[in-house]
């Protein structure tokens, strides 16, 4: 173990032994209890530039140049900062971050040097920012403060050169300083920045305004309670626009005009006394304009935005399920499970695709007739596999690609539904790449890394994400575990339905 590693388990050790029990924070006079958090953030001020340098290095060895070659492609993940976040089980937002600054840190760094040498200084991602990466390297600024900088000032333009800019950060570091006075937290930094950019850039407004809408993003990500969270940027042209539909669906709640045009009255009355929340009700008028786009959207098959592939929700549930009306069913890339009315009135809109399924949580193939999965088929696959099955990997059916584990070309591998499985595109690519290899026996799957990975091949499980499929299986159990009686075909026990929508 390294002298690193040894004061990283020392330090592990101290925190563990810190008090955590409230009747011992109960004891503490208030001055003692209000120096706490500042002690923790100067505490954490001084952690930080080691991940962060840690973090960067992680990067550094996981470039695109690596290809699969990669730290983090060759252990199994698409990009640095998803290796950061599984090491460290933070969010992406969050590994993301470390990733950035230390490779600020190791810019910094190779800078300094260069400088100090005399040697013509090398091709930097961003050299401007070389004082905030000595600054976080000090302990005097914060990774979250950092990255308040970065966001600032931005990149430079013809008009702006990198030197100018990273005088600016300079100055920012200076106001930033935890040893100061009056200290700006990463907030006010980000404005300040900001402010400073303008000031120094004031014709270079319109480019910025450019990179504001560049920005504009629509992203989701699954919470642990099956919500899924989207979030929407916006830059101001385009906020302007959705703070007008926002606020039609709730002005008259949120105490907007009061004076509205009388064909408009009954209206905002009606807002006001609706039993849901704003929240609620924002929501639902949100999604009633998506509904109605989406389907004006069909009809106009020239100007599509959607292409042929339709919104749908698609809806899994066994058929004892379906046929008794009780128990539950799942939507498909969602985690949990939905109450047997929820699929009732689905399956009443849309009908049912019978998908079977034998013992081994198999489903129907079609053969070696066709060399690619079809649809039909990839339902079935979408079903079972519930998501990409690399042990670890969360991309749902709808982002995966369907792998023949005995492969097409070298294998001559049937296009049958036991012998394909769903992969992201990631991992499709890296097992091909990095020559992976995947075996079933029966209804279980197993990974074989290369042995550039594992000397011994260790096989790993990837189990199905299904949780339909797991269902299923569950309610099989007991009646496996009574005598088989031969019954009349109708009457055998069918497997899952599913009804798209």
């Known amino acids: 173990m390294s002298q690193f590693t040894e004061s990283l388990s020392v330090i592990a050790a101290a925190a563990a032994a810190l008090p955590r029990d409230s009747a011992t924070l109960a004891t503490l006079p208030e001055e003692e209890l209000l120096a706490i958090p500042a002690l923790f953030a100067d505490i954490t001020r001084q952690l930080e530039p080691s991940m962060a340098a840690a973090a960067g290095e992680i990067a550094r060895r996981s470039t695109y140049e690596l290809g699969y070659a990669g730290l983090a492609q060759k252990t199994g993940f698409r990009t640095p900062e ?53 600054a976080v390297t000090a302990g005097t600024l914060s990774i979250e403060a950092a990255e308040a900088i970065r966001l600032g000032l931005g990149a430079p333009t013809e008009e702006i050169s990198a030197d100018i800019l990273a005088q600016a950060a300079a100055q920012l570091v200076d106001i930033a300083d935890s040893r100061g006075e009056n200290p700006l937290n990463a907030d006010q930094l980000l404005d300040r920045a900001r402010a400073l950019r303008d000031e120094l850039d004031e014709t270079g407004i319109a480019d910025r305004e450019k990179a504001r809408h560049n920005a504009r993003s629509f992203k989701r990500y699954r ?89 749908a929700v698609r809806v899994l549930v066994t058929g004892t399920a379906l046929d008794t009306r009780t128990g539950h069913g799942r939507i498909e890339g969602q985690a949990g499970p939905v109450s047997i009315e929820t699929i009732e009135r689905i399956v009443c809109e849309t009908g049912t695709i019978p998908v079977t399924f034998d013992r081994d949580g198999q489903c129907v193939d079609l053969g070696r007739e066709q060399r690619l999965y079809s649809t039909l088929q990839r339902v079935g696959l979408a079903a079972r596999d519930g998501g990409c099955r690399w042990p670890s990997c969360d991309r749902p059916a709808s982002w995966s690609e369907a792998h023949h584990i005995n492969q097409w070309a070298r294998d001559h591998g049937k296009t049958d539904l036991a012998d394909g499985i769903l992969l992201c595109r990631h991992h499709h690519m890296l097992l091909h790449n990095n020559h992976w290899d995947v075996t079933r026996d029966g209804g279980t799957y197993w990974l074989h890394p290369p042995a550039s990975v594992d000397p011994a091949r260790t096989p790993r499980l990837m189990p199905h994400k299904s949780s339909a499929l797991g269902d299923l299986q569950r309610e099989r159990r007991p009646r496996e575990r009574r005598p088989r009686e031969r019954r009349p075909r109708e009457q055998r026990p069918r497997g899952q339905h599913q009804a798209t929508g």
Not at 123 to 131: D, I, R
């Open 82 to 134: 998803k290796l950061v976040q599984h090491l460290t089980g933070s969010t992406t937002r969050e590994a993301s971050k470390l990733v950035r600054t230390g490779v600020i840190i190791q810019e910094a760094e190779t800078l300094t040097e260069a400088e100090r040498t005399g040697e013509v200084s090398p091709e930097l991602t961003k050299p401007w920012l070389a004082p905030v990466g000595r």
């Open 223 to 311: 919470r642990s309670d099956g919500m899924t969270v989207y979030t929407l940027t916006a830059d101001p042209e385009n906020s302007a626009f959705v703070d007008g539909i926002y606020d039609s669906l709730t002005s008259p709640r949120r105490g907007g005009p009061r004076m509205v045009d009388l064909a408009d009255k009954s209206r905002a009355e009606a807002i006001e006394t609706d039993p849901r929340s704003t929240e609620q009700l924002s929501f639902d008028g949100v999604m009633a304009i998506l509904r109605i786009g989406a389907d004006t959207d069909a009809k106009t098959a020239a100007r599509s935005v959607l292409g042929a592939r339709r919104p």
